[in-house]
């Protein structure tokens, strides 16, 4: 196995939710690009992706907080202030530290130098994935070892980190990527030049999922066979399950349904909780966190992809969830929210109904409406389809962050 020249960072590796990270690391090993994986936490999901198995990159993780690995840390702080780049650092690393004075700074810094002490010296570029703690890590690492350093953001991560952090992060990358007009538009709003950030969608690598299947016209008038609902996604605020639970107790009470939710997360209690007041518990299960070949077949055993993204308090948001797509692989026809990324992929009436964010009656009168019309369904799920495979292959995007990666080794960062 060749030397890496690059290293990938990220908050965790690997994480069941983040399939689109592990398609492109594996898009960019089939690519033959020469990669280390670096990682800030240890893993917290016990099932694997096929994917990560197939991914043969070095991992190294950093310590999680710095008194787990008191030694480790001490040495990357000895051999940082042996560095040229300690000066740089300890500049940009005192300003962001007067306007951010939290301990998780400090810990950025401490895993910078721990990152910085570590590398392999074939390393000739960064990359990070998200522009939060990560790209903060990633940064004070490039400074110390005098490195160019580049960036995928994505959702939480642009809309949750404050505009002068985004503004000096951008202007300290050699370029980044994002993956939805959305997200684009408010890094170009910050950026110190029109083409340092790209849109990419990350696409879906279709060979990676078997043909549609054929479906019953189930229209929930049979409650031996009811019609099959179908989320996914962690239990958080901006993922609006509260909403689809209060939308699914306002369904009719003559359409027979089952709704079943994949995924972990910290509100998962709670909608369980929820979900029991309303009435709803005999009819919705929770299936927990998957790999990618139980929720494909979950998938082909549904009849309606429903997401109700929304807004969270803090301000996070989606990007274009990669379960969407998922979704319209096994041709389903998706019921969501016109927000965020989400209309970049589903147009209202072509591959599925579109409902303001937070609009429950909206949501239950879309539910309803597909649920009593399969052929309606079928023929929504087969647009979805089509849009994913004529415009959304992986192919085109894992080319792009491939060459972009290619050039930033062979010219010191620059694109």
């Keep these: 196995m060749p030397e890496p020249l690059v290293a990938i960072a990220m908050k965790g590796y690997p994480r069941l939710s983040e399939t689109?990270?592990?398609?492109?690391?594996?898009?960019?090993?089939?690519?033959?690009?020469p990669f280390a994986i670096w990682s800030l936490r240890h893993p917290t999901d016990a099932d694997r992706h096929l994917m990560h198995k197939q991914i043969t990159a070095p991992v190294t993780y950093l310590p999680e907080y710095l008194h787990d690995d008191p030694r480790r840390v001490l040495r990357g702080a000895l051999s940082a202030l042996r560095r040229l780049g300690a000066l740089r650092l300890a500049a940009v690393f005192l300003r962001d530290l007067v306007r951010d004075p939290t301990r998780n700074r400090l810990r950025r810094l401490g895993q910078a130098c721990v990152m910085a002490r570590e590398l392999p010296a074939g390393i000739r570029h960064l990359h990070v994935h998200y522009l939060h703690t990560p790209a903060s890590v990633i940064r004070y690492a490039?400074?110390?070892?005098g490195l160019s350093w580049s960036f995928s953001a994505h959702a939480k991560d642009i809309w949750t980190t404050p505009d002068w952090e985004?503004?000096?992060?951008?202007?300290?990358?050699?370029?980044?990527v994002t993956c939805t007009r959305d997200g684009h538009a408010e890094l170009a709003r910050l950026g110190d030049r029109a083409d340092k950030v790209a849109l990419v969608y990350h696409g879906l690598d279709l060979a990676r999922f078997p043909p549609p299947p054929s479906r019953p016209l189930r229209d929930g008038s049979d409650p031996a066979d009811p019609v099959r609902f179908i989320?996914?996604?962690?239990?958080v605020e901006k993922k609006g399950f509260d909403d689809l639970l209060s939308a699914l107790a306002r369904l009719p009470a003559t359409l027979h349904w089952r709704l079943i939710h994949i995924g972990g997360g910290e509100k998962l209690k709670t909608l369980k909780i929820l979900a029991e007041v309303l009435g709803l518990s005999e009819r919705v299960s929770w299936a927990g966190p998957q790999a990618q070949a139980a929720v494909v077949t979950a998938?082909?055993?549904?009849?309606?992809?429903?997401?109700?993204?929304?807004?969270?308090?803090?301000?996070?948001?989606?990007?274009?969830?990669?379960v969407v797509m998922e979704a319209a692989s096994q041709a389903l026809p998706i019921?969501?929210?016109d927000f965020a990324g989400i209309p970049e992929f589903v147009s209202d009436g072509v591959e599925g109904l579109l409902v303001a964010p937070g609009d429950v009656a909206g949501l239950a009168q879309a539910m309803a409406e597909l649920a009593m019309a399969p052929e309606r369904r079928a023929a929504l799920g087969a647009a979805a389809h089509a849009?994913?495979?004529?415009?959304?292959?992986?192919?085109?995007?894992l080319d792009r962050i491939h060459q972009k990666l290619l050039r930033a080794v062979r010219s010191g960062g620059r694109d």
């Design 20 to 33: 689109f990270i592990a398609q492109e690391l594996l898009g960019l090993q089939q690519r033959g690009l």
């Design 142 to 145: 490039a400074l110390l070892r």
């Design 166 to 176: 985004k503004r000096e992060k951008l202007a300290a990358a050699a370029w980044g």
């Design 231 to 235: 989320t996914i996604g962690r239990a």
């Design 299 to 322: 998938l082909r055993e549904a009849d309606l992809f429903v997401l109700p993204s929304k807004q969270a308090d803090n301000g996070d948001r989606d990007g274009l969830p990669n």
């Design 335 to 337: 019921v969501a929210t």
């Design 387 to 397: 849009r994913l495979t004529q415009d959304f292959s992986a192919a085109a995007g």
